[in-house]
């Protein structure tokens, strides 16, 4: 096993969100990658949108590195597992540097950079300022907590002239280096859909977008002092205890069925790796196009994605409704989060009105209202022994919905006691049965490895029961 990481790094950081840094990390991916180098990409924080454009630029799964939910000594491995085989890993940040948890810089940007011992570039967008952004460049740089700025990308720049003014005024003031300055390209912003962009797979441009990119960066980015700067990057040590196994465990292997197409794919992907090497074989299966479980699954697993965007397909696809209903009463195991609590549900009311039949699985009927009602880091308190943990244990997840539950009934008993990020008791959350757990929050299993022993024990336990071994 690896006890460190010597992959060369850099951190794309913001002054703030919506200043390019999907765009210019993708672009940077691209232009490496046309150099003929493997590049590995990361964001950080709990996001699922921007890694889905990073990692189709980079044909590699993009991986989140998030502080607070994973701690210093999980994120490191993540770091590990994700840069193997790589040439250069190209990190995008999430809001702005030292934008964290609540009022702290927990889980910011900055934290992340300073665990995993890399070199910051500060992306500022220009197109509204001039010499201002040397004022912007040289109070990032001084802040007490700022991990080191290695220099400055600009965004949307307006002329030869508009750089060559920001540029000299940055150097003069706050002693940074103008690594790139992209020109205003209104071609290639990203559409927006609630707080963030529209997902990768519903953009028919963004292939386009790619060359147009790459070709931008290569132009005007300095990419041989980038990679000179990512190589100065520190070594990272990796503490003993190890998220990821290395091999499978050895105890027989399931078959899980994990939902996967455009209305359900938010997935980290450690999560499946763990569930691999925890003994699951992952079969993927699309609750829009299949019309049935995958054969002899003996668990399936719902993530999150946008049902409410392909709802009316979901709705007549009643096929799969029954193959879900008949799995879940048979006692096959079933978790589910956020846009799979969803699908499980009696129903769904679209924000037009109108209601369609789900899967029928959860007593519960759910609206979407056009308000966002959860958004935040969560610390969550097994309230009852479930199919992923014990009772009494602690996890910290992340929920961003903007569906409500309307109507509830039925003996499902309320999963977790839930808390915000700073310790306060918001209430109760998700729904759990013996071989059901399905919750509004999104978990990521490298905190806790007992959340996929557990998991792939019962779909074992259920396999032998209907085998007859």
């Not at 570039?121 to 509204?128: A, N, T």
């Not at 209601?355 to 056009?370: F, K, Q, W």
């Amino acid at each position: 096993m690896l006890d460190e990481v010597r992959t060369p790094r850099l951190v794309i950081a913001g002054t703030a969100s919506n200043v390019g840094k999907t765009i210019l990390t993708a672009g940077l991916i691209a232009a490496f990658k046309a150099r003929g180098l493997t590049v590995q990409s990361f964001k950080v924080g709990p996001d699922y949108i921007d890694p889905a454009y990073l990692a189709h630029v980079s044909g590699r799964p993009c991986r989140n590195l998030d502080s607070w939910m994973l701690g210093e000594g999980a994120l490191r491995q993540v770091l590990a597992q994700g840069a193997l085989g790589a040439d250069l890993a190209l990190v995008e940040g999430m809001m702005g540097l030292f934008d964290g948890r609540g009022a702290t810089s927990d889980g910011s940007t900055a934290d992340v950079a300073r665990i995993i011992k890399a070199p910051v570039l500060l992306v500022i967008d220009v197109g509204s300022m001039g010499e201002s952004a040397a004022a912007v460049a040289l109070g990032f740089k001084n802040y007490a907590e700022s991990p080191k700025i290695a220099g400055v990308l600009l965004n949307n720049v307006g002329s030869e002239g508009h750089r060559r003014s920001v540029e000299d005024a940055i150097w003069d003031t706050a002693k940074l280096p103008v690594l790139g300055a992209l020109r205003t390209m209104p071609a290639l912003d990203i559409p927006q859909r609630q707080l963030g962009l529209l997902p990768v797979t519903e953009n028919k441009e963004w292939q386009r977008m790619i060359g147009v990119l790459s070709e931008a960066v290569a132009s005007d980015v300095d990419l041989d002092l980038l990679l000179r700067i990512a190589s100065k990057a520190e070594l990272v040590p990796l503490v003993p205890k190890k998220v990821f196994l290395g091999k499978p465990d050895g105890g027989p292997r399931v078959r899980l069925a994990v939902a996967y197409d455009d209305a359900f794919n938010f997935y980290y992907p450690e999560n499946l790796e763990l569930l691999e090497e925890h003994g699951a074989e992952i079969v993927p299966f699309s609750p829009l196009e299949d019309t049935h479980l995958p054969q002899d699954a003996a668990g399936v697993y719902l993530g999150g994605g946008f049902p409410e965007i392909f709802v009316e397909p979901l709705a007549k696809n009643r096929s799969m409704a029954e193959s879900i209903q008949r799995a879940f009463a048979n006692g096959t195991p079933i978790y589910a989060e956020c846009g799979g609590l969803m699908y499980l549900g009696r129903s769904l009311r679209s924000e037009s009105g109108t209601t369609y039949e789900m899967a029928d699985v959860i007593p519960v009927d759910v609206e979407m209202d056009g308000e966002i009602h959860r958004f935040g880091y969560r610390q969550l308190l097994t309230l009852e022994e479930n199919i992923l943990s014990p009772r009494g244990q602690f996890y910290r997840g992340h929920e961003f919905h903007w569906s409500r539950i309307t109507g509830h009934n039925g003996g499902l008993k309320p999963a977790y006691q839930m808390q915000n990020a700073e310790g306060d008791v918001i209430g109760y959350e998700g729904f759990v049965a013996p071989n059901l757990l399905a919750s509004y929050v999104h978990l990521h299993f490298g905190q806790n490895p007992l959340l996929v022993d557990k998991f792939v024990q019962h779909c074992r336990e259920y396999t032998a029961v209907h085998s007859g071994a």
